[in-house]
């Protein structure tokens, strides 16, 4: 599977502000709210996650991946898009500000691992991230 099959450009929103690590959770997760792709509990629990685990989401600097146990509420496979031009704290020093969440969501374990390995490939390439957070268009990306 592509990135391509996950992301779209109604799920992604650029260049944002958010005042705090769970506004910009929950902007990206509103992106697949106002899609139909999953319901707000999923949202909720993004969120939970992260209070209840701390910054883990935070998975290296710049980037992090918002995601939450599937319980019914997600309806399609997706990832929503959110970057933030100055930058997010989530209180992981070695990796904050964050730049860009992904709210990561799946129906099942396998599914999400799917989703979570089509998304490494794309972060795992330095320039990928870079030019992700400079875009201002869904087109600059590069997905």
């Known amino acids: 599977?592509?990135?391509?099959d996950y992301v779209s450009?109604?799920?992604t929103a650029l260049q944002q502000e958010?005042?705090?690590w769970?506004?910009?959770?929950?902007l990206a997760g509103?992106?697949?709210e106002r899609q139909g792709h999953i319901d707000p509990s999923y949202t909720e629990a993004m969120v939970n996650m992260v209070k209840e685990l701390g910054?883990?989401?935070v998975i290296m600097p710049g980037v992090a991946l918002a995601h939450a146990r599937p319980e019914n509420n997600v309806m399609q496979n997706s990832i929503g898009v959110a970057?933030?031009?100055?930058?997010?704290?989530?209180?992981n020093e070695p990796n904050d500000p964050v730049y860009a969440v992904f709210a990561i969501a799946a129906r099942s374990d396998e599914e999400h691992l799917k989703l979570f390995r089509t998304l490494a490939k794309f972060i795992a390439e330095e320039e990928n991230v870079e030019r992700l957070?400079?875009?201002r268009a869904f087109s600059e990306i590069g997905f």
């Open 83 to 91: 970057t933030f031009r100055g930058g997010v704290s989530f209180g």
């Open 30 to 32: 509103g992106l697949l």
């Open 18 to 20: 958010a005042g705090s």
């Open 9 to 11: 450009e109604a799920c």
């Open 22 to 26: 769970e506004e910009a959770v929950r």
């Open 55 to 57: 910054p883990y989401i």
């Open 1 to 4: 599977m592509a990135l391509t």
């Open 133 to 135: 957070k400079q875009a």
